[in-house]
């Protein structure tokens, strides 16, 4: 009896390990996501963005003439976050305040952080942030797991130093 619960838990065992290395869901959707990044990139004609090493796509709209901000440096920034078909799920632009953080802190999307940091004081810039960038396998809210966005980055004002 004992020799055949053995049997049927290796198989089991055996059978868990073929489903589970030979379908890799995640591998799927980094695909689709790159096929949308690319598909993406090839409706928006000349625009030439620079692919970091991160994966983060980076363009400059308009350069500012301020500094750059820096590890620990407060930023305030206007942006607007939009899907790749333009859908927009957020923007300060219209409003009064600023979205700020202290550059370099965990509470920001990876890929805005990276981004802000080729900026200028005065400069606006596009961010087209991968998944692993932004929100993930997971997803946030109503955005969806894999999904890559798009910013466009006002840069108004650094604080040298966190506040």
Not at 26 to 46: F, H, N, P, R, V
Not at 60 to 84: H, I, M, R
Not at 104 to 130: C, Q
Request: aromatic share 12%.
């Amino acid at each position: 009896m004992k020799v055949k619960a053995i049997i049927t838990a290796v198989a089991a065992l055996g059978l868990f390990t073929l489903v589970f290395t030979g379908c890799n869901p995640s591998s799927d959707w980094a695909k689709q996501e790159t096929l949308q990044i690319q598909s993406y990139m090839g409706t928006i004609g000349d625009t030439v963005y620079t692919r970091e090493t991160s994966g983060l796509y980076y363009l400059d709209l308009a350069v500012g003439t301020g500094a750059s901000p820096v590890v620990n440096d407060t930023v305030y920034v206007k942006y607007k976050a939009s899907f790749l078909n333009n859908t927009i799920i957020g923007t300060n632009f219209s409003d009064t305040t600023h979205f700020k953080w202290v550059v370099s802190s965990p509470y920001v999307l990876p890929g805005l952080d990276e981004g802000v940091r080729y900026m200028k004081v005065g400069g606006k810039a596009k961010m087209l942030l991968p998944s692993s960038l932004a929100y993930g396998a997971y997803g946030y809210g109503s955005i969806p797991g894999y999904t890559p966005l798009l910013f466009v980055v006002q840069l108004d004002r650094i604080h040298k130093g966190s506040k």
